[in-house]
C-alpha cells in the first residue's frame, strides 16, 4: 500500500473502516479481526451500497455472531490490526490516511513533496511539481507540518498557493488566523486591484469566475446563535455578473463544484501561475 498507493481504493478505505471506528467498531482480543455491531453494518450497506466485492477484492471475510459482524483477512492478516492503529497516529499527525503512508508511525518524521507526489497520479504529478517550482522560484517556502491534507506555500507569512489531496488552491486572503489576517472582501478588492492592471485581465476575470469557491455549505450564516443574523459570505460582480463567494474559504480552486471537471489541464497551470503571481503582487501591496 505504501508502495503503490494508487493500487488502492484508499477513498473506499478511508470512508469504510474509518467510520466503522468512528461508530463502534472494535478489535477483538486476538488483534485481527474486527467487531461491528450489525445494525452499523447494514446502515452502512443501505448509505453506500454494497461494498462486498471491494471487501472481497482485498480479502477482507465477514460472518456474523450474536448480532456482530466479523471483519478478518486471511490474505493480510496483520491489515486490521495495524490499520486501527495506523488510523490512531494518523489522527495525532495529521496525515490522514487516505496517502497509505504508514511511515506515520516513524516519530518526527520530516516529510517532503515527493512524499505527497506519490499518491497523485502521473498527470498530476507534473503539474503540482511544475506549480511547486514556479511558487518557490517567486520566493515562497513550502510548509509540510500538515502532510497530505495541506501542502501549503507561504510567502511573507501570508499563504500563496497550498495543494491538498488532488485539489490546487490559490487563496487572496490568509485562510488561517494571523496577525496579518484582513477581511476577506477587502482582501478581495485587492486582489482584483491587481488584476484590473493586468493586459489578460479579460482572460483572468473568466477563469475566476469559474473557480472561486462559491458559499454553498452554511448560506453565509456564521455558526453559533449569536451571530446568526450576520452575513459571512459576500457578493462580487464580474463585469455585472455577480456571485456569492465563500468568505470562510477564500480560495480559487476547481476542488468544491462539483459541476465542473476536478481534472487540471495545461490551461489551468498556465492561469493557476497567473493567479499565483496576483496573489504575490497582492501581499507586497497589503500594509
Known amino acids: 500500500m505504501y508502495n503503490a498507493?494508487?493500487?488502492y481504493p484508499s477513498q473506499n478505505f478511508d470512508i469504510l473502516f474509518g467510520r466503522f471506528l468512528n461508530f463502534g467498531a472494535l478489535v477483538d482480543e486476538s488483534g485481527f479481526n474486527w467487531v461491528i455491531p450489525g445494525d452499523v453494518y447494514k446502515k452502512y450497506i443501505k448509505h453506500f451500497g454494497d461494498f462486498t466485492p471491494i471487501l472481497i477484492k482485498f480479502g477482507f471475510k465477514?460472518?456474523?455472531s450474536g448480532g456482530n459482524?466479523?471483519?478478518?483477512?486471511?490474505?493480510?492478516?496483520?491489515?486490521?490490526?495495524?490499520?486501527?492503529?495506523f488510523c490512531e497516529v494518523a489522527s495525532k499527525c495529521g496525515t490522514g490516511v487516505l496517502s497509505c503512508d504508514f511511515s506515520a508511525f516513524i516519530k518526527k518524521r520530516k516529510f517532503t513533496l515527493d512524499d505527497f507526489l506519490r499518491t497523485q497520479s502521473?498527470?498530476?504529478?507534473?503539474y503540482f511539481k511544475e506549480l511547486h517550482e514556479y511558487a518557490t522560484g517567486k520566493g515562497a517556502k513550502l510548509k509540510t507540518d500538515n502532510p497530505y491534507r495541506r501542502y501549503r506555500y507561504i510567502y511573507?507569512?501570508?499563504?500563496?498557493?497550498?495543494f491538498e489531496m488532488s485539489a490546487i488552491c490559490v487563496n487572496y486572503n490568509e485562510p488561517y488566523y494571523s496577525s496579518r489576517k484582513i477581511d476577506s472582501r477587502v482582501s478581495f478588492d485587492i486582489f482584483m486591484a491587481e488584476v484590473d492592471k493586468q493586459p489578460d485581465r479579460d482572460e483572468l476575470i473568466k477563469y475566476l469566475y469559474n473557480t472561486i469557491h462559491l458559499c454553498d455549505s452554511c448560506r453565509g450564516r456564521?455558526?453559533?446563535?449569536?451571530?446568526s443574523d450576520e452575513r459571512c459570505n459576500f457578493w462580487i460582480d464580474f463585469d455585472g455578473i455577480k456571485c456569492m463567494a465563500a468568505a470562510c474559504c477564500p480560495d480559487i480552486t476547481k476542488r468544491y463544484?462539483?459541476?465542473k471537471s476536478q481534472g487540471y489541464t495545461d490551461y489551468d497551470i498556465k492561469m493557476l501561475k497567473r493567479m499565483i503571481d496576483i496573489r504575490f503582487a497582492q501581499i507586497d501591496n497589503i500594509k
Do not use: C, M, W
Open 62 to 64: 465477514t460472518s456474523e
Open 69 to 85: 459482524i466479523i471483519l478478518n483477512n486471511e490474505k493480510y492478516p496483520l491489515f486490521l490490526k495495524y490499520y486501527y492503529r
Open 222 to 227: 456564521k455558526a453559533g446563535p449569536k451571530n
Open 122 to 126: 502521473d498527470k498530476n504529478k507534473v
Open 5 to 7: 498507493p494508487e493500487k
Open 156 to 162: 511573507k507569512k501570508q499563504h500563496i498557493v497550498f
Open 257 to 259: 463544484n462539483p459541476q
